[in-house]
Structure formats: structure tokens, C-alpha cells
């Protein structure tokens, strides 16, 4: 059994959407998830760290 906070939250976030739109909005949560790991694992370019490291 769920609880009643559980419930509203799902509502509030799937109220007016059919089931192909909950999927799809899955999805991209799922790619943007990937995307977000893909960015923070890779390398920063040389001039970034440049400027940061710098004193002005």
C-alpha cells in the first residue's frame, strides 16, 4: 500500500497525462540522467582550468 503523500505527489506530477505521455516523460528523465553523468564524468577542457587556477 502506498501512502496518501505518495499519491498526491504521482497525481500532482501525472494528473492530466495519459499513459504514452508518463512514459515518455520516463524516458527523458532517464536520458537527461544519462547526460547529466556522461557531463560530470568528462574531462574539462584546459583552458577552464586555466582561468580558475589564474589569480586576477
Known amino acids: 500500500m502506498i501512502s496518501v503523500a ?3 505527489r504521482w ?3 501525472f494528473g492530466m497525462m495519459d499513459v504514452a ?3 515518455r516523460l520516463k524516458a ?7 547526460l547529466k ?18 589569480p586576477n
Not at 28 to 34: C, D, H, P, S, Y
Open 6 to 8: 505518495t499519491l498526491h
Open 11 to 13: 497525481r500532482k506530477k
Open 21 to 23: 505521455d508518463a512514459k
Open 28 to 34: 527523458l528523465e532517464r536520458e537527461n540522467a544519462e
Open 37 to 54: 553523468k556522461m557531463y560530470a564524468d568528462a574531462p574539462s577542457p584546459s583552458w577552464i582550468e586555466q582561468v580558475i587556477s589564474s
